[in-house]
């Protein structure tokens, strides 16, 4: 079957306007919210629509970009008409989309097979998109995701694939296995998932699962070969970022060692492949997880490091996140002014806006968690109050897409608030980070609320911090401090 050269979509390029491809996928993002839907955009996935690669989009982004762009048609947005679709895409042109609001069937719904999990546990449905919707309109690159071994693993291990990842069969790759752009993708697409996963729902449960599609990215690595260099650079980069993600699970479900494993593999494999963006990427993250294992001399050494890694990526974002990981490392060191002076950095490059070499990873990065970051550069430094505003002003920033996010701010406001004798306050924001938890699961809030809640045990006379602690007594392993887990995370 002869392929088709992807036309690049001038005309979906011109609705995006002046926006940056990040700051358009947040727009899809929003707009998916407004109706019900839930879709994972991305920079990347905006750069594949305009490249022409997406000749036409899946039933939900259909209905968000025709929320979007009321009175236009898909065919107005640049996009062919779904009948002339070859594929998945092609086989459904015999009934119209469904209605906004009401999600196309799954094929996990459909007659013959066993249904899906719940449509709110993460793993599929109307919350999380599931496996069958990840390639737009592709099913070349769907068999692959559900075939080989790093597809097989990564949708099992997630729950993406079947009803139970404990039914799925370990699957080890052929030698001399020959990579290509399905399996590439397959990587990639991994990652996005678990970073979606993370935003929505925090780390706890998704750390020991995700370890798995890692090492069968790593198995590609060790015994693929590739056709292409391009093809090659990209594997590399996507099993570095699923190191890194599948870390940030650690870090943040407080296995900090397997956390500094993760990193450094992920170091290392950039260091391999001469990505400097990768090895940007890990150092950050490096320094990050230095900062709370009470590293901070390492924390300020990891970001420098990152910093030149960063020179000539043109990402000003990634520069600004860099140097308030130098702050905060800098405030464990009770280095006052060689903080603030690192903060300035951050605030001077981040006010000179979004840049095309922006990395993907980086969209959590808006002004909400530059706030917070300073936040925490004034706690540890001793100046409650001064975190306590920065902090405040995080909260009302941050987009409520970003669940997990949310809940780490209010509860990081929460103990700046009981430090500086803002009791009540406190023991008021206390009470919203615990209406997250039963959708958050992170060791690292939790221990950070468990923190902030015996620094209010003193003043347990109030009503409202009475309330407050017995309402977070009744927490699982709400005794643990930050970093601890219970046996029922496990």
């Known amino acids: 079957m002869a392929s088709t050269a992807a036309v690049p979509n001038l005309a979906f390029r011109r609705l995006r306007g002046p926006r940056s491809a990040g700051e358009f996928a947040a727009a899809v993002r929003r707009a998916a919210r407004e109706i019900g839907e839930q879709v994972a955009c991305d920079a990347r996935y905006i750069g594949r629509v305009e490249a022409g690669e997406i000749r036409c989009p ?12 009321p009175g236009l048609a898909l065919t107005d947005l640049g996009f062919s008409a779904r009948e002339t679709v070859r594929g998945r895409g092609a086989r459904s042109a015999s009934g119209p989309p469904p209605a906004a609001g009401h999600a196309a069937p799954s094929p996990s719904a459909r007659p013959g097979r066993t249904p899906g999990p719940d449509p709110d546990d993460g793993s599929g449905g109307p919350g999380v998109p599931d496996i069958h919707d990840i390639p737009e309109e592709s099913d070349v690159l769907r068999r692959v995701f559900m075939t080989s071994g790093t597809a097989t ?5 997630l729950g993406f694939g079947r009803p139970h990842a404990s039914a799925a069969p370990r699957v080890s790759l052929p030698a001399q296995r020959r990579v290509g752009e ?61 190191a890194i993600s599948v870390g940030w699970l650690a870090h943040d479900s407080g296995r900090l060692d397997d956390a500094r494993s993760h990193y450094a593999e992920a170091l290392a494999t ?6 400097a963006g990768l090895e940007a990427h890990a150092f950050c993250n490096t320094s990050f997880l230095a900062r709370d294992a009470g590293r901070p001399r390492e924390a300020v050494r990891a970001a420098e490091a990152g910093l030149r890694a960063a020179r000539t990526l043109g ?18 060191l009770g280095d006052r002014t060689g903080c603030d002076r690192a903060i300035g950095r951050a605030r001077s490059a981040f006010e000179r806006g979004p840049a095309a070499g922006d990395p993907e990873w980086m969209s959590f990065f808006r002004e909400a968690e530059l706030e917070l970051l300073e936040a925490q550069c004034w706690s540890a430094l001793g100046d409650w109050s001064r975190a306590a505003r920065h902090g405040r002003r995080a909260t009302v920033l941050q987009d409520a897409h970003f669940t997990r996010n949310l809940a780490l701010y209010r509860a990081q406001l929460t103990a700046d608030l ?12 206390g009470h919203q980070v615990l209406d997250l938890l039963d959708r958050v699961q992170s060791s690292r809030i939790r221990g950070m609320l468990a923190e902030a809640a015996r620094m209010l045990e003193p003043r347990a006379g ?21 970093g601890r887990r219970t046996e029922a995370e496990d």
């Open 418 to 429: 009981a430090r500086a004798g803002r009791v009540d306050e406190a023991a008021a924001t």
């Open 153 to 157: 693993v990564a949708a099992a291990s």
């Open 270 to 275: 950039a260091r391999l492949a001469g990505d």
């Open 462 to 482: 109030a009503a409202d911090v009475a309330a407050f602690l017995t309402r977070h007594g009744t927490l699982p392993g709400a005794s643990d401090g930050p």
């Open 58 to 69: 899946n039933y939900a982004y259909e209905r968000v970009f025709l929320h979007m762009f």
């Open 182 to 242: 399905a399996e590439v993708s397959a990587v990639e697409e991994a990652v996005r998932q678990i970073r979606l996963l993370d935003d929505r729902r925090g780390a706890d449960g998704l750390y020991r699962r995700a370890a798995r599609p890692l090492r069968a990215a790593y198995e590609l690595l060790d015994a693929g070969t590739t056709a292409r260099r391009a093809t090659s650079d990209r594997l590399h980069a996507g099993a570095g970022e699923l």
């Open 315 to 332: 990402s000003h974002r990634l520069v600004a996140l860099l140097a308030l990981r130098e702050a905060g490392g800098r405030a464990g």
